[in-house]
């Protein structure tokens, strides 16, 4: 192996060709069919427009020529874009947040970085629930820490008696991701405190164990008013967050971590979250995207669009006969596939110009990712390959 770069890069690098290749599958199929007949659900690239008010507050941001605007600030960000978000949290997950609680990221990817540095000595242990999203292995790992994987039940919900039995002395944090990517399950009232009990029962000032809820999808459900949160369950949460789903804005970078307002040890988190903003080379979040996020942080695309389109691909799918746990939030459908071997069975789809990402890239196999954040006639006009591929390999 060459020694150009990191040996634990080149080893992650590996892990990850599975993306690169089914990208590169992907381009080679519409190279050779054209892109627009090639039904590509392999991305989770959020295109609802983005709410009037986003692009209203871009306009009179960029209208501003006050000098100071685009300089250097505070690491966690400026003070109005830390008390718009703290105002919109409050009013999110029902409880009060205050500005100081709030650091402006890029992404919830970046807040992810800043939290597992943060918390993490080396050799610890991070524990994540299959199906999950994958990148959090190298942002687990870049902190020195160690990501235990862990399914959660037939119904994608977490199975606490396996985090019980998960947790040991090095337990340091666990991530959950409600809604889910892959899964689209928005975790019940009864599993978020359930899981802040278990953790309960082993935090403690000598060994704390933190709840890292990664909630960018939070805003995108489908069936319910409101997405259950761990959060008031249990004091040591830290939200990781961002405006690229719900605002749909992923390519701008605007995120944030929010710490739980009762959290042990806050100035001293938050201190450190600040400076790791900084030495991890972010600095700080966009200034230009935290001064429009100052002027509507309460902004949300047009969820019913993902509505529709969610129901369009379930019903569809379930009419075709795939087994499927309909999403109740986030972009994605998460099909079993109907071979047991799902790189095998998206191997077929591929054949059918359907585009779709193995279950096992996500930690749970036999299943498929299917992201619907694509334009409906896409999804309509991809139902006769979804009804083949289905029909081929049951003999039909
Ligand atoms: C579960 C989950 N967490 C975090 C992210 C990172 O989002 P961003 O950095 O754009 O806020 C994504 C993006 O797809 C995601 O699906």
């Keep these: 192996m060459s020694n150009a770069i990191a040996t634990k890069v080149a080893t992650d690098m590996q892990a990850a060709s599975f993306i690169r290749e089914m990208f ?8 050779e069919h054209g892109a627009e007949n090639v039904f590509d659900f392999s991305l989770g690239n959020p295109n609802a427009t983005p709410p009037e008010a986003y692009f209203k ?11 100071a605007l685009h300089r250097y600030m505070p690491n966690a960000g400026f003070d109005e874009t830390r008390q718009a978000v703290a105002g919109f949290l409050s009013r999110e997950y029902r409880t009060t947040f205050d500005a ?6 890029n992404g919830a990817a970046g807040a992810l970085n800043v939290v597992m540095r943060a918390i993490c000595n080396p050799g610890d242990e991070v524990i994540t629930l299959a199906p999950y999203f ?11 820490a160690k990501m235990v994987l862990l399914q959660a039940d037939d119904e994608f919900q977490p199975d606490i008696e396996a985090i019980r039995a998960a947790l040991t002395d090095r337990t340091r944090a666990i991530i959950v991701n409600t809604p889910n990517n892959p899964s689209g399950t928005v975790y019940t009232d009864a599993s978020c405190r359930a899981l802040a009990d278990v953790l309960c029962t082993r935090d403690s000032a000598e060994q704390p164990i933190y709840l890292v809820c990664d909630d960018p999808y939070r805003r995108i459900i489908y069936d319910l008013d409101w997405c259950p949160t761990p959060l008031t369950h249990y004091a040591r949460t830290i939200i990781v967050s961002s405006y690229s789903k719900d605002v749909s804005i992923a390519g701008e970078r605007a995120g944030y971590i929010a710490v739980q307002p009762d959290v042990p040890d806050r100035a001293l988190l938050l201190n450190a979250l600040t400076m790791l903003n900084r030495t991890l080379g972010f600095v700080n979040a966009a200034a230009l995207m935290q001064r429009v996020i100052a002027r509507c942080a309460d902004a949300l695309c047009d969820v019913d669009f993902y509505r ?13 006969g795939y087994e499927l746990n309909v999403p109740q939030g986030a972009l994605y459908a998460f099909p079993k596939t109907p071979l047991p071997d799902d790189g095998a069975f998206v191997d077929v789809l591929m054949k059918h110009r359907v585009l779709a990402v193995p279950g096992s890239g996500f930690g749970r196999p036999g299943y498929m990712r299917l992201a619907f954040c694509v334009d409906r006639a896409t999804i309509e006009r991809a139902l006769p390959a979804l009804r083949a591929a ?7």
């Excluded at 590169?24 to 190279?31: D, N, V």
């Excluded at 529709?308 to 075709?320: P, S, T």
């Design 24 to 31: 590169e599958k992907g381009r080679r199929l519409k190279a």
């Design 134 to 144: 994958p990148e959090y292995r190298f942002y687990i790992e870049q902190a020195g």
């Design 308 to 320: 529709g389109n969610r129901d369009l691909m379930c019903n569809a799918l379930l009419e075709f």
């Design 100 to 105: 100081a609680s709030v650091i402006m990221t």
């Design 390 to 396: 289905i029909e081929e390999v049951r003999g039909g």
């Design 57 to 67: 507050a871009l306009a009179e941001v960029a209208a501003d020529r006050q000098p």
